[in-house]
């Protein structure tokens, strides 16, 4: 807290968020264009604290940029956009006051409509990620992903069942029937994209 309380104060941190955020043609939204964590959440580098790194879910510090830093002590949870999960815009149904009761009870009344952001297959990290790719085409350039060959599809369904049993997030095995290949891919815990493949004879 006190490291973000600080953090309000200095125009570094301010202006390296707010060339983080971008508003979109056709959305009211805010967008976060910059890191996402393995729970889908927005993360902003605040600075060291001693010796250690220190993030924050990055809608806490709009919040903390109006309201005050303290202000987050009375706000346990703030309720999150319902259109994305990328959305840092302080406005009744993007982002407001809230609590863990409400917050789960909104979740669990949106998690099973049809076409709810809460039900995308990708998961809240994939979903966060692939909506934030979209917005920073010009920082797409690089790795795109690792690719690693083994021997047979067997390995592929032990890979899966073994990603399952930590937890992991992971795609289907899938037949790519004109490559000759299956692959099963998933991402490691910098969201690099990583694929296991194998033969399919
Ligand atoms: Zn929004």
Known sequence: MSVLRAAVDKTEVVARYQAK??????????????????????????????????????????????????SLLDVPVLGQCYDHPLCQRIWPGHMQASSYLENAREWASRRHTIGAPLRDSRGARGRSQSLRDLLRPAERVGLDHVSFAVASRADLDDA??????????????????????????????????????????
């Open 160 to 201: 899966a069942a073994k990603l399952q049993a930590r937890g992991i997030e992971h795609g289907e095995v899938k037949e790519l029937a004109s490559f000759g290949l299956a692959i099963l891919s998933f991402s490691d815990p910098d969201g690099v994209h990583l694929e296991l493949t194998a033969p399919l004879s």
């Open 21 to 70: 955020t971008r508003r979109m043609k056709g959305s009211d939204c805010l967008w976060w264009t910059g890191a996402v964590s393995a729970r889908g959440h927005c993360r902003l580098w605040l600075g060291r604290a001693g010796d250690r790194g220190v993030t924050v879910i990055a809608h806490r510090f709009p919040w903390a940029l109006e309201h005050g830093a303290a």
